[in-house]
């Protein structure tokens, strides 16, 4: 059990994050997340759901068997094929657990279930011992605890921690609690429980109605003593309590939550980056600690008083998070010595071919803008890294627009190290480049969501393109940026359509929109 002032972090952005639409990471890109985790200072690491596909298990499986410090967990329906699965997943880490789930509100058990109550808390006790057969970190968690009827939830608690659970897991599933109810509720289950002084309990909050935080730290108020959350809050619907706002506002306010995490919070910002650009879910400009103008300030009352003295309007330093007090601009005539200077000032590590390649598209674009600013450096390096694997890649573009059409495009991909031309017509060159990208690569995926957006102000500003793919109830989300909208476009539906790829790879299964914590 943690002491009674520290919170434990459980990181859940492998497994409730991945569950967001478009979300999906390949293994590869899996490892480097969870060791970036571990770095952070993150105490627990849910790198999965090992039953729901071969791709989960082996993620789980060969994240266990690198981390050094974190205890790797590996999620778990009650029914004893989920467990064992987790089970063997998880068996190479240095630190296991196994967190098992059932539901337990009256709307679950009726319309999910289709149990009775006394056979849900048969199913509680049964799994939770079989998941102490296995190992001795065992995490129950009480699905839609939020909606459940009090006295039924102190019954599956008590019964879980009789049967060897370690963390009793209270999440609001679908983001219904209010915060004092919720700070209530675990209270209660407190005091109520016998035993309960020999777990620990944790919060996992949603974000439904934008209290996923606010419930979460309800909870800590109330001596839940593990939060739940991932990064960017990212996860499905609406997502997940945002682990870089639970740990900041601990820190920050101190004074009226007295509780420490281990959090390395200087960190923060790059893992941050580095979710975003692994799953392609851009964060939000006004996104609390992370987001880009979390220290910016533009008004004149704001900068004023800046000026004067920082506390006026920051309650925490950008250095405290890992983002640089300064933007240094670079250009056509910077060198490889202060592109990499950058870089690293802005929390990237690269090496070899990769730098390289990134300081030649650097250059490249250095020429065609006045100025190059940190935003413009992220985008590309991100583009750079997010597309490094994949079986398609993007080589040149030719595009005829205008009034008096017919609009067409010529691209060029390479599919597999093979290249390939070829020409299409649309009504409009982004319809355009989509067909020529069919021809190409046929496919049936449709277009979800195709957004447009500046990188940074200016008329040489480039474009961030975001593209979503949909294809036989799977998604994925694609980024791509070039001071050529089409260009930025057609790198975009490549790198949606990479994804979704690799996503249809895995193979779910039944019932598995039961994973729901």
Request: glycine letters at 8%; hydrophobic letters at 40%; a negative charge.
């Amino acid at each position: 059990m943690p002491s009674t002032n520290q919170v434990l972090i459980f990181d859940t952005t492998l497994r409730d994050g991945e569950q967001s639409p478009g979300a999906a990471m390949n293994l590869d890109e899996k490892l480097k997340i969870a060791e970036m985790l571990e770095e952070l200072g993150v105490d627990i690491i849910e790198a999965g759901f090992p039953i729901s596909s071969n791709g989960d298990f082996e993620a789980v499986y060969e994240i266990s068997k690198r981390a050094q410090r974190s205890i790797i967990c590996g999620l778990a329906r009650a029914g004893f094929k989920d467990i064992d699965r987790a089970a063997e997943a998880i068996k190479p880490a240095k630190r296991g657990r196994i967190h098992t789930f059932i539901s337990t509100s009256p709307v679950h058990m009726k319309h999910k279930l289709q149990m009775e109550p006394h056979q849900v808390l048969e199913a509680v006790i049964a799994s939770v011992a079989r998941a102490r057969n296995h190992v001795a970190d065992v995490e129950w968690s009480a699905e839609d605890a939020t909606r459940t009827e009090f006295e039924f939830l102190c019954r599956c608690v008590e019964g879980a921690i009789k049967a060897g659970a370690t963390t009793i897991n209270i999440p609001d599933t679908v983001g219904y609690a209010i915060p004092s109810e919720y700070g209530a509720l675990i209270k209660a289950l407190r005091e109520k429980i016998p035993g309960a002084d020999k777990v620990t309990f944790s919060t996992h909050c949603h974000n439904d109605l934008g209290l996923a935080v606010a419930n979460s730290l309800a909870g800590v108020m109330a001596g839940a003593r593990q939060v739940e959350c991932t990064i960017n809050g990212i996860g499905e619907r609406a997502g997940n309590a945002a682990l870089e706002e639970i740990v900041m506002a601990l820190k920050v306010r101190a004074d009226i939550i007295p509780c420490d995490t281990g959090i390395a919070t200087s960190a923060i910002s790059r893992v941050s980056k580095a979710v975003s650009n692994v799953t392609g879910f851009p964060v939000q400009f006004n996104k609390a600690i992370v987001g880009k103008n979390a220290f910016a300030h533009e008004s004149g009352i704001h900068q004023d008083g800046m000026l004067k003295h920082t506390q006026t309007y920051e309650i925490m330093t950008p250095e405290s998070v890992g983002v640089a007090k300064t933007s240094l601009v670079l250009g056509k005539l910077s060198g490889r010595h202060a592109f990499r200077d950058k870089l690293e000032a802005m929390g990237y590590e690269l090496g070899g071919n990769a730098l390289e390649d990134a300081f030649k598209r650097f250059k490249d674009l250095a020429d065609k803008k006045k100025h190059v600013f940190d935003e413009d450096i992220a985008a590309l390096v991100d583009e750079e890294i997010a597309t490094g694997h994949d079986r398609i890649k993007f080589e040149s573009l030719r595009v005829v627009s205008g009034t008096f059409g017919p609009q067409s495009a010529e691209l060029e991909l390479s599919v597999d190290g093979e290249t390939r031309l070829g020409v299409a017509r649309g009504d409009g060159p982004i319809d355009a480049i989509f067909n020529a990208i069919k021809v190409l690569f046929p496919h049936e995926a449709r277009l979800a969501i195709f957004e447009v957006h500046a990188v940074t102000e200016g008329t040489d500003a480039q474009a961030g393109v975001t593209v979503r793919l949909a294809d036989d109830g799977k998604s994925a989300t694609g980024r791509g940026s070039d001071t050529d909208t089409m260009v930025a476009a057609a790198k975009a539906y490549v790198h949606a359509l990479n994804k979704l790829l690799v996503k249809r790879l895995k193979t779910a299964p039944e019932a598995l929109t039961a994973a729901r914590g």
